[in-house]
């Protein structure tokens, strides 16, 4: 399984994703699942996948294979975020029109979702999330994050606390939390993360990072956010009924 | 969908559970998804049901029969919680028995879960999670608490707070806690709530309780939450990377 967040802010955008595959608990795997697409100056595209890792590596495969054949349309060439998603899509329409007799043969699910966010000159920053069937819907005002994967555990925490005017540090930090209560319920999504930062107007990744465990800040998230919860539950009163 | 928790303490159970049912959204209704068979001094059981409505109902109504009936095998009449639980189970296969084909026939899963809990004089008190296929597991010292129907969002809540050395109170307010945040985030799961807090040795119900939105408590505990939530967020340091 998989659990990726990214939050589209007033100031930027934030994305976080854990880097666990499994097929069974006795096949798991590390594999990064955040890819960055970046022309400094001019653009940066951040995708994270979920869902079938054969196939989500082929999306990325092909899009990566755009770019350097210079293709008319590839993540570079495209003018809006909403072009980029609309690849994304078609890129996954292409895989799944070349791969889904064959593993349906073997019972398998054609199975997959992305999220793609970032900014394009001349666009504000945005955020797209893209369905298996290669349709994909945008991040709105109202709506200032998608999740992909082991989504549940971790969203309570964010319906209260995110807002489009959260900073990227609050949004980092909330992100983090929320990873952090989705690893402690559900075995399938772990270390190492991968965090990545963009303000609004940069146009390149800001800041990109590999949490470990061994990572001071989330290690802090980690003991300090259960203490937090088990103190806020301990102020509010029993019941008396 | 449905929300249900129960939690085995050392000093008793908790029982809590939603009830809403729906058929698509546009086919909402209120069903109660708690039922206690009690024989003051001798027996308190409470049966918690998910899933397919009119699967669950035909259960309750069988094991209600059974006891009207005066059968040799009821849920008055059985000499622990496990045979109890082993008399959900075989309940729920003989309605298997009777409806699966015809479910399948129209593409309906066969789908239901339940949890019951109490005490029978002689006992401590105990708790069971029944599943589909009318196989059960207790819970045991290491896991205090069963969920069934929309689970996922309400359980790292339960996983930072509740030990068996909970108090029955707290347990009532972490339960709280852990409907609360899975109402926000899931419309399937909806007011009024039902609880039951058995005390160990009074082998009788302490206390049922109907929570709509005017109970005080429970508002205290939407707002009170969300605050504390947010308290807690803003007090861990923001990542300075």
């Known amino acids: 399984m998989t659990y990726c967040v990214a939050t589209l802010l007033d100031t930027g955008l934030v994305f976080l994703s854990d880097s ?3 097929a069974g608990v006795d096949h798991v795997n590390t594999f990064r699942k955040m890819h960055a697409f970046e022309r400094s100056g001019d653009r940066v595209l951040v995708l994270m996948t979920s869902g079938n890792l054969a196939v989500s590596q082929a999306v990325v495969h092909e899009l990566h294979e755009c770019i350097a054949q210079a293709n ?3 993540l570079f060439s495209v003018k809006s975020a909403f072009e980029a998603a609309a690849l994304v899509g078609e890129t996954l329409r292409a895989v799944h029109h070349r791969d889904a007799a064959s593993l349906k043969e073997h019972g398998i699910d054609f199975n997959a979702a992305f999220i793609l966010g970032g900014q394009i ?3 504000a920053p945005r955020l797209f999330h893209v369905y298996a069937a290669g349709n994909f819907i945008e991040a709105t005002e109202d709506t200032p994050y998608f999740q992909i994967g082991e989504s549940k555990y971790g969203k309570p925490i964010l319906d209260r606390v995110i ?3 959260s900073s990227i540090a609050e949004a980092t930090k909330c992100a983090l939390i929320s990873m952090d209560s989705t690893i402690r319920s559900n075995l399938s ?3 190492p993360l991968d965090l990545i930062c963009v303000r609004r107007d ?3 990744v800001q800041l990109h990072r590999s949490i470990t465990a061994e990572d001071e800040y989330f ?4 003991s300090g956010w259960g203490d937090s919860l088990r103190h806020a539950f301990h102020t509010l009163p029993n019941p008396t009924f």
Do not use: D, P
């Open 121 to 123: 000159r001349g666009e």
């Open 202 to 204: 940069a146009l390149k």
């Open 219 to 222: 290690r802090m998230i980690r």
């Open 189 to 191: 999504v772990g270390l």
């Open 163 to 165: 807002t489009r005017s």
């Open 72 to 74: 008319a349309r590839s």
């Open 20 to 22: 666990r595959t499994n």
